[in-house]
């Protein structure tokens, strides 16, 4: 079942370890298939060296077992929601990687300083409240994804492809596993620029709008002409 995603999963998996975003098995990608109602997840604790597309495992969207010969990851709650809540959603990624669960754990939004993040981000990647105590005792994962939706309200979830879990770590997302890597890749490296900018200057302002209207513009939207296969 569903084998072409498990592929696609896997892979999307074994890239957050080849780029640093990872460590020992703290982060985990999914991919869902709308149609079916079905979502693929890394399985709980299986380290990355030993993931296979055979390994994943299959849940349906309240996270109950289908398929897979391993326990899915913890973290499937709170992909769900997610899933549920952003229609354009086809990926969800979450890791802790260094800058970004800096950020998270100082429950510090991380704002457009610079080009390099209004590339990908159009306006400050935000922060999800820390979670109540009554929200941790009782689905503590699905109450961190829906803390996230929370936070999205008059957000533009396919603008702005990411969040940070106070006191917790990033997760992000895309149309598709592998696009929502490439986009946790680019939290966790405007991540690290927003630090050693704070570090230089802690009264820098952001980036004006004008100026994060036309990075962001350049590479998504109608009018986008950076890269290939743009109308020109």
């Known amino acids: 079942m569903l084998e072409a995603l498990k592929v696609i999963v896997c892979e999307a998996n074994l890239a957050l370890a080849r780029h640093g975003l990872v460590t020992l098995t703290w982060g985990n990608v999914s991919g869902i298939d709308r149609a079916r109602g079905l979502l693929v997840i890394k399985p709980s604790g299986v380290p990355y060296d030993a993931l296979t597309p055979e390994a994943m495992t299959v849940t349906d969207l309240d996270g109950k077992w289908v398929e897979g ?27 802790h990687s260094v800058y970004a669960t800096a950020f998270a754990q100082a429950a510090r939004e991380i704002p457009c300083l610079g080009t390099t993040h209004a590339d990908h981000f159009h306006g400050a990647v935000p922060v999800a409240r820390i979670p109540a105590s009554a929200e941790v005792c009782d689905q503590y994962e699905r109450h961190i994804g829906l803390l996230i939706v929370e936070r999205f309200r008059g957000l533009d979830p396919d603008a702005v492809p990411g969040v940070l879990a106070a006191g917790h770590g990033p997760f992000v997302w895309g149309p598709d596993p592998l696009k929502a890597v490439e986009n946790a890749v680019a939290l966790e490296a405007v991540a690290q620029r927003a630090a050693a900018t704070f570090a230089l200057r802690p009264d820098i302002a952001p980036l004006p709008g004008y100026l994060l209207d036309k990075h962001y513009g350049r590479k998504h939207g109608p009018g986008a002409y950076y890269g290939q296969g743009n109308d020109r």
């Open 69 to 95: 010969p391993c326990a899915p990851s913890s973290d499937t709650p709170t992909h769900a929601v997610l899933y549920q809540a952003f229609p354009n959603v086809g990926g969800v990624v979450h890791t």
